[in-house]
């Protein structure tokens, strides 16, 4: 398999805080994988670090074998990552339509415009493409973010909480939207505290501590590390 993701010995401080400790990660060409980890393990900061918005102190990130390591967020993007926030902030005074005109696709108006449509329909947000942003449930505000990052055809999607602030039953349709996606042959990684999310899309689970990558698995098998245990369900 190809590695379309690899972050190698990746150290971040701040101070004297070191947030992201010698960290290894890779992601193979159509995984789905799951982040998972206490607060404060050092999960959103890799993320940043992956996508540009930190610079690594030390070690290397790369995109299908090509150094990204401290390119710009939009560098990062072109180069085929795109990514989701915990907290979705779309152009809440756009519709939705306008919101997939944002994304800077390398095409014409007339495969952009086929993306945009195909996009609405796959991710049912026909009904409210013109509903200004900002009307949307927190839900299809998740949805609307991730259209966005798929208008960019990305090779590998970093997806930063999605259950968070959407209902159970619209997020049983968005983990429906994100296995499409991955049986597309889209690579995703997930991070979520939801570990009902996790045990149900993830085939392989990540586990960090303290900004180390402490075990990597299926859920069951991570489930039942000591290490696992101790650092993230407290010894339980």
Do not use: W
């Not at 060409?29 to 940043?48: D, M, R, S, Y």
């Not at 899309?201 to 245990?229: H, P, Q, W, Y």
Request: glycine content about 10%; charged content about 30%; hydrophobic content about 40%.
């Amino acid at each position: 398999m190809t590695t379309v993701l690899s972050v190698d010995d990746v150290t971040k401080r701040f101070g004297g805080i070191v947030a992201v400790d010698g960290l290894d990660l890779a992601i193979e060409e159509g995984e789905l994988v799951g982040l998972i980890g206490p607060n404060g393990a050092g999960k959103t900061t890799t993320l940043n670090l992956i996508t540009g918005f930190l610079d690594p102190d030390e070690g290397t990130v790369s995109l299908n074998g090509e150094d990204v390591t401290g390119a710009s967020p939009d560098a990062v993007s072109k180069r085929g990552i795109g990514r989701t926030f915990q907290i979705s902030k779309p152009f809440g005074r756009l519709s939705v339509y306008e919101n997939l005109l944002v994304p800077n696709v390398s095409c014409g108006p007339a495969e952009q415009e086929a993306r945009i449509e195909r996009l609405l329909e796959e991710l049912q947000l026909e009904e409210v493409r013109e509903n200004r942003a900002d009307e949307l449930s927190g839900g299809q505000k998740k949805l609307l973010e991730l259209a966005r990052v798929l208008m960019l055809e990305p090779d590998l999607i970093l997806l930063d909480e999605p259950a968070a602030g959407v209902n159970p039953v619209l997020m049983d349709d968005i983990m429906d939207d994100i296995r499409r996606i991955n049986a597309n042959g889209t690579a995703i990684l997930v991070i979520e505290h939801d570990m009902s999310v996790i045990s149900e899309l993830c085939e392989r689970v990540v586990v960090m501590n303290a900004g180390r990558n402490i075990a990597s698995g299926t859920f069951e098998e991570i489930r039942d590390d000591e290490k696992v245990r101790e650092a993230y369900l407290g010894g339980t």
